[in-house]
């Protein structure tokens, strides 16, 4: 060992250990100047080769170099450690700094409605009933009096799981075999709903969608009368568009599970009847369908139409989100654009 080897001997030994425990970017400098300033290790070391014999000379300086180079690297070690705790206290983590958050979801509009409406409906003594989406004939169709001939079972309306009669199994194009279902097991008096997903041959475009949702309605007693019909659509309504000066509207029409059947509308909840673009301006706004019980529903269950009467009725979820919202578009509600879904 020469003379410059000798000098930097003591620095090469300390300078890791002694840069690995500063606990600052000042205390930092103050070793840098211990180790590489002037009068320092590399710096007396240098001094030190000017004296020693030529051959030896190459050997300190590499010497000297490598010190320089070991100092450097553990100051930069140490300073980037140090670094996140210039901002606060100590420990290297700040933990006044906040953090990314976590983006929370939302459940989907159509959900949101749903529950509404159970909600609404368990406040007035139901509840909620569930049923296949994939389902038979008999429930479907034939227990609801739809006869083999009704154009409802068309190709072009129903997806079929399953051809051929009378096996025929279907995607449920209504919730109403859900009443079916809910009265064979289940000895009357009924208040039921039955909310969920219902399919049809439709292809998607602004206002049919192969998929949307329906809630239907079950009533089923000894006296129910279409003024209980009446008053219990005109209360859930109100509750739902959270409006009491709304008005509903019952207009003759067909279904064959209901006798006497009724289109249900309600006052348009933008104009309040005197028309705009949301009801077509005609003041009012289709919700779907309704009437009592047909008598041939009550035999298909084993029930006795002498005995038992009821009403029901049945309307579309993302109907009702679209006019609440004045959303024109229904497929916006299964194309999964989180953008339009957030708003909700
Ligand atoms: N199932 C009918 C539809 O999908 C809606 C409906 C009408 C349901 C009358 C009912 C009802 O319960 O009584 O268009």
């Known amino acids: 060992m020469n003379r410059a080897e000798e000098i930097l001997e003591p620095g090469r030994a300390a300078a890791p250990g002694a840069i690995a425990r500063a606990a600052s970017t000042a205390e930092l400098e103050e070793l840098r100047r211990q ?33 320089k180079e070991l100092v450097e690297r553990s100051l930069e070690d140490r300073a980037a450690a140090l670094e996140p705790e210039s ?36 406040g007035l003594g ?25 154009p409802a079972r068309s190709m072009q309306d129903t997806l079929y799981v399953r051809l051929g009669e009378p096996e025929q199994v279907v995607l449920r194009t209504h919730t ?22 219902t ?11 192969p998929v949307f949702h329906q809630i239907e309605c079950l009533a089923v007693d000894r006296g129910i009368t279409l003024a209980d019909l009446f008053g219990t659509i005109e209360t859930f309504v109100k509750q739902l ?49 309704c009437g009592m019980v047909d008598p041939n529903v009550f035999v298909a269950v084993g029930y006795d139409p002498e005995e038992w009467q009821g009403f029901a009725f049945g309307f579309g979820l993302e109907r009702i989100a679209m006019i609440r919202y004045g959303i024109d578009e229904i497929r916006t509600f299964f194309d999964g654009d989180i953008r339009f879904l957030a708003q909700y």
Not at 131 to 150: S, T, Y
């Open 241 to 289: 568009f959270d409006d009491e000066s709304l008005r509903t509207r019952f207009r003759s029409d067909f279904f064959p599970y209901t006798e006497p059947s009724a289109e249900l509308a309600v006052s348009c909840i933008f104009c309040h009847g005197s028309g705009c673009r949301v009801c077509s301006q005609s003041g009012w706004i289709e919700l779907g369908g």
């Open 126 to 150: 139901y509840r909620v009933a569930e049923g296949p989406e994939v389902e038979d004939d008999w429930h479907n169709f034939e227990a609801l009096n739809i006869p083999p001939a009704h």
């Open 35 to 67: 180790f590489l300033g002037k009068g320092g290790y590399a710096a007396r070391a240098t001094e030190a080769i000017k004296d020693l014999e030529p051959p030896e000379r190459a050997t300190a300086g590499r010497a000297v170099s490598e010190f």
């Open 199 to 209: 399919y049809r041959n439709e292809t998607l475009d602004a206002r049919h969608s």
């Open 176 to 197: 109403s075999p859900v009443q079916i279902r809910t009265m064979e097991a289940n000895e009357p008096p009924i208040y039921v709903v039955a909310p969920g997903r």
């Open 87 to 122: 901002g606060a206290g100590g420990g290297g983590l700040d933990l006044t700094g906040g953090g990314h958050g976590v983006r929370r979801g939302h459940l989907h509009l159509v959900t949101q409605i749903q529950r509404e409406l159970e909600d609404i409906f368990i």
